[in-house]
């Protein structure tokens, strides 16, 4: 086994004098007082870089040199001298960076990888076989899916892989909502006519205790590409025409009211956010948020929902209450001037939609193409007779 060089600062001393320095380094001399003693040409900090390491009874496991161990801090007893290889670079432990050790764990991570694409990629079979799509007319969707998938292929445009990209790419959002994203996407899938890609990007999908999950932004969307392109040009005749299966007229006001639901709990969540408000479940948001819509459009929601929050921060500032209070305190005022208002008989005029929050692809879909009323959707009351008194071509 090759023993470690000399520093070129220690050459003029034997081995046992070198032994000597050493045990009396590790003693506590003062290093001013043995640089003195053994003539070194250096300065006190630079001894204990010149001074050789341990030889251990143990070979490089990589190369076959001597294995070495630093020597101990003096100025800490919880230091863990350093065990190396006298010639190559390898190091005792999982914390090795030498060329040799990390090659063994590029291999494994390699490895690793493969065997969890192929675990992610035969999960992905399943659930494609499970829900297998066995062929739509338009006509039989009902008018959410409709409205879902045609926003769908607008945000996910076909790639180079021959599948539909990640949602998180498109410069319009698929909905107002992370929640309500995932739900239209769910039912997309339940009815097969998406599946997630194993060509998405790595970390988007992961397989845990027998469980696929992945991130709904980020993952790309397989599905039978030719079926899926017929069916989204029979859904844009049907919107275009105007000729729509019996079923969505029914469907209308309800499809209505879930995506102005998401727009509105969206504005909110971002009210909260803004102030820093928090609160303890969603029932009570979501059943003053209908009720609130049963009289006022989602623009004249936005401005309920603004003066809720601005009376919840006024209520934290007066009475020192915690935040959740104030988040709690907030329910209870967008519901008090909603309230005010219908009694009143005020005309609240509408917000404008908020920056932060654009406009989704599935209120354009919903409404400027099946609906064709644009932004009303935003500004007036959901219901069969807003559509009867502004469109000319479904009442």
């Known amino acids: 086994m090759s023993k470690p060089t000399i520093h070129p ?5 034997s081995d046992a004098e070198i032994e000597i320095l050493t045990q009396k380094y590790l003693s506590g001399t003062k290093v001013s007082e043995l640089i003195s003693e053994f003539h070194i040409a250096c300065i006190p900090s630079q001894l204990k870089g010149m001074l050789p390491p341990r030889v251990l009874e143990q070979s490089c496991s990589v190369c076959g040199s001597a294995m070495v161990q630093d020597l101990p801090s003096r100025s800490s007893s919880y230091s863990s001298p350093k065990i190396h290889c006298s010639s190559c670079l390898h190091e005792e432990g999982d914390r090795c960076r030498c060329k040799h050790c990390q090659e063994l764990r590029d291999r494994a991570a390699a490895e690793e990888k493969a065997r969890h694409r192929a675990v992610i990629a035969q999960a992905l079979e399943v659930e494609r076989a499970k829900y ?8 039989i969707l009902p008018l959410s899916l ?3 998938f045609l926003a769908f292929t607008r945000c996910c445009p076909i790639n180079e892989h021959g599948v539909y990209g990640p949602l998180d790419a498109s410069l319009v959002p698929f909905a107002p909502t992370k929640a309500y994203t995932s739900l239209m996407l769910k039912f997309l ?6 599946s997630v890609s194993e060509h998405s990007q790595d970390g988007s999908i992961f397989y845990h205790n027998s469980q696929l999950n992945f991130i709904p932004e980020k993952v790309c969307w397989s599905g039978d590409i030719n079926q899926n392109l017929k069916l989204m040009e029979d859904i844009e005749v049907l919107a275009l025409t105007g000729n729509w299966p019996a079923h969505w007229y029914g469907e209308v006001e309800g499809d209505w009211q879930k995506l102005a639901l998401a727009e509105c709990r969206g504005f909110y969540d971002y009210c909260l956010d803004e102030r820093s408000l928090r609160v303890r479940g969603d029932q009570a948001i979501n059943d003053m948020l209908k009720n609130v819509l049963r009289d006022f459009s989602v623009g004249q929601c936005y401005r309920i929902i603004w003066a809720g929050a ?3 921060s006024d209520y934290l500032a007066r009475n020192a209450k915690n935040r959740i209070h104030a988040g709690n305190y907030m329910v209870g005022a967008c519901q008090r001037y909603a309230d005010n208002a219908r009694t009143q008989g005020y005309t609240l005029t509408p917000f404008k939609r908020n920056f932060d929050l654009p406009r989704s692809m599935m209120s354009y879909v919903l409404f400027d193409v099946i609906l064709k009323i644009g932004e009303r959707g935003f500004t007036e009351p959901i219901g069969l007779a807003t559509l009867a008194g502004k469109s000319e071509n479904l009442w």
Not at 9 to 13: A, C, D, R, T, V
Not at 189 to 194: A, E, H, K, S
Request: proline share 8%; charged share 10%; glycine share 12%.
């Open 9 to 13: 600062g220690l050459q003029h001393l």
């Open 132 to 139: 297998a799509c066995p062929g739509y007319p338009a006509e």
């Open 146 to 148: 409709a409205v879902a």
């Open 189 to 194: 899938r339940l009815v097969g006519l998406i």
């Open 310 to 312: 601005k009376n919840a």
